[in-house]
């Protein structure tokens, strides 16, 4: 039997993990993997969480199963995170999932199992990820212009024009904030036109939200997905916790499905649990568990919202001086797109090729289509970098 199988191709993200570890060279840069790095080159473990294993470990008394959704009281801290006071608590089912990954396929798969026949609307780019779910669960997919490669900002009037072929049934792929790969964000103005779209032409959003507080800050971050929920008759919610606690390796998110009918509450929340159990039974709690401890207790929660902003203060502090030393090698504003993109990433908007001629001249690892995760700078390789830019001739 598995002489049937197919070769599948290689992640080109993990591939690039590797081939950065095989490279012998001491000035070697990653800037491909989308995990947070601190000064030195780490992935910390923030305070808070620290706290709350601690406490955990003194006070746990059970490994046992908590439920197919996961526990209740993360789903609530969830729900306070992201949607505030946008809608009623009882108009949203949620589910614990693992990762913002699991979020999103769970997703996917609830949005095949209520219509067969949607077609996804999806950014080009997106998350490389969203794409390869989707071809594998053969979901329809139709692309929608995001990026303008020459401003490196959007392509708004090419996404309204795109957007407005959907249908009712169909169902748009949305980035809530900091979009990945690219960067750029809309603003609230022109959300509030996506959500006309929407309303003219019955289909529904789906939101991932990923890096809530790496962009302006938590509250600012979660506003366009609020918009969203509180204006639109049903939205899909995918949240991970990975970046903003952290706890990357844990994989922690949550599925949420909004409706302004509370009457369908039950059966949403019906279908998140029948999924949870035909694809991985229970979630994973740990994560969960001290995302919601941390959530729940003022202390903890202050200091993480603390470290959190500090981070994000930090990615926006290497976005303006990467901007400012290309400025200052090139003399000219060309570059400027970085300081205004928010997030851990940016793309560069160059080609392949010259993404080759960074690897091979300037040993600096990124994504072939030139996203570069601004969380793996520091203030000593940004110079290295915006002069291997420069001299690349991008």
Same mark, same amino acid.
């Given at each position: 039997?598995?002489?049937?199988?197919?070769?599948?191709?290689?992640?080109?993200?993990?591939? $690039?993990? &590797?081939?950065?570890?095989?490279?012998?060279?001491?000035? =070697?840069?990653? $800037?491909?993997? @989308?995990?947070?790095?601190?000064?030195?080159?780490?992935? #910390?473990?923030?305070?808070?969480?620290?706290?709350?294993?601690?406490?955990?470990?003194? /006070?746990?008394?059970? =490994?046992?199963?908590?439920?197919?959704?996961?526990?209740?009281?993360?789903?609530?801290?969830?729900?306070?995170?992201?949607?505030?006071?946008?809608?009623?608590?009882?108009?949203?089912?949620?589910?614990?999932?693992?990762?913002?990954?699991?979020?999103?396929? &769970?997703?996917?798969?609830?949005?095949?199992?209520?219509?067969?026949?949607?077609?996804?609307?999806?950014?080009?780019?997106?998350? #490389?990820?969203?794409?390869?779910?989707?071809?594998?669960?053969? %979901?329809?997919?139709?692309?929608?212009?995001?990026?303008?490669?020459?401003?490196?900002?959007?392509?708004?009037?090419?996404?309204?024009?795109?957007? @407005? /072929?959907?249908?009712?049934?169909?169902?748009?792929?949305?980035?809530?904030?900091?979009?990945?790969?690219?960067?750029?964000? $809309?603003?609230?103005?022109?959300? /509030?036109?996506?959500?006309?779209?929407?309303?003219?032409?019955?289909?529904?959003?789906?939101?991932?939200?990923?890096?809530?507080?790496?962009?302006?800050?938590?509250?600012?971050?979660?506003?366009?997905?609020?918009?969203?929920?509180?204006?639109?008759?049903?939205?899909?919610?995918?949240?991970?916790?990975?970046?903003?606690?952290?706890?990357?390796?844990?994989?922690?998110?949550?599925?949420?499905?909004?409706?302004?009918?509370?009457?369908?509450? @039950? $059966?949403?929340?019906?279908?998140?649990?029948?999924?949870?159990? &035909?694809?991985?039974?229970?979630? #994973?709690?740990?994560?969960?568990?001290?995302?919601?401890?941390?959530?729940?207790?003022?202390?903890?929660?202050?200091?993480?919202?603390?470290?959190?902003?500090?981070?994000?203060?930090?990615?926006?502090?290497?976005? /303006?001086?990467?901007?400012?030393?290309?400025?200052?090698?090139?003399?000219?504003?060309?570059?400027?797109?970085?300081? &205004?993109?928010?997030?851990?990433?940016?793309?560069?908007?160059?080609? #392949?090729?010259?993404?080759?001629?960074?690897?091979?001249?300037?040993?600096?690892? %990124?994504?072939?289509?030139?996203?570069?995760?601004?969380?793996?700078?520091?203030?000593?390789?940004?110079?290295?970098?915006?002069?291997?830019?420069?001299?690349?001739?991008?």
């Amino acid at each position: 039997m598995f002489s049937t199988l197919k070769t599948h191709p290689a992640d080109k993200i993990l591939a $690039l993990i &590797q081939l950065y570890k095989d490279d012998p060279r001491p000035t =070697k840069i990653d $800037l491909g993997v @989308g995990v947070y790095k601190n000064a030195e080159g780490i992935t #910390p473990v923030m305070r808070a969480v620290k706290a709350a294993e601690k406490q955990l470990w003194e /006070q746990e008394t059970t =490994k046992s199963y908590v439920a197919l959704a996961g526990d209740p009281a993360f789903s609530d801290a969830m729900f306070d995170l992201v949607l505030g006071n946008a809608v009623a608590r009882d108009q949203v089912a949620a589910a614990a999932t693992p990762g913002g990954t699991g979020a999103v396929r &769970q997703a996917f798969e609830m949005i095949r199992m209520a219509n067969p026949e949607a077609r996804i609307f999806v950014s080009n780019p997106t998350w #490389p990820n969203h794409l390869s779910i989707l071809k594998h669960l053969e %979901m329809p997919v139709v692309e929608y212009r995001y990026f303008d490669s020459e401003s490196r900002g959007v392509d708004f009037e090419g996404m309204l024009a795109d957007l @407005g /072929q959907m249908k009712a049934g169909d169902v748009v792929l949305l980035h809530g904030c900091c979009h990945n790969p690219t960067g750029a964000n $809309l603003n609230l103005t022109q959300w /509030q036109q996506v959500i006309d779209m929407l309303l003219k032409t019955g289909a529904m959003p789906m939101i991932d939200i990923a890096y809530q507080g790496f962009g302006d800050g938590l509250e600012e971050d979660a506003a366009a997905t609020r918009l969203v929920a509180s204006s639109v008759p049903e939205c899909l919610i995918a949240a991970s916790c990975s970046k903003n606690f952290g706890v990357y390796r844990e994989r922690t998110g949550i599925l949420m499905a909004v409706a302004q009918d509370k009457s369908l509450r @039950g $059966l949403t929340q019906g279908s998140l649990n029948y999924l949870n159990r &035909q694809n991985f039974s229970f979630p #994973p709690d740990h994560g969960a568990r001290l995302v919601t401890m941390i959530l729940n207790d003022a202390d903890l929660r202050a200091d993480w919202a603390a470290e959190l902003e500090d981070v994000r203060l930090s990615m926006l502090g290497l976005r /303006q001086q990467l901007a400012d030393e290309l400025q200052r090698l090139s003399g000219s504003d060309r570059f400027g797109f970085i300081a &205004q993109h928010r997030g851990m990433f940016s793309r560069l908007g160059t080609t #392949p090729e010259m993404v080759e001629r960074l690897r091979a001249e300037h040993a600096i690892y %990124m994504v072939g289509d030139s996203r570069l995760n601004i969380a793996g700078l520091n203030a000593t390789t940004v110079p290295i970098l915006a002069k291997a830019i420069i001299d690349t001739g991008i």
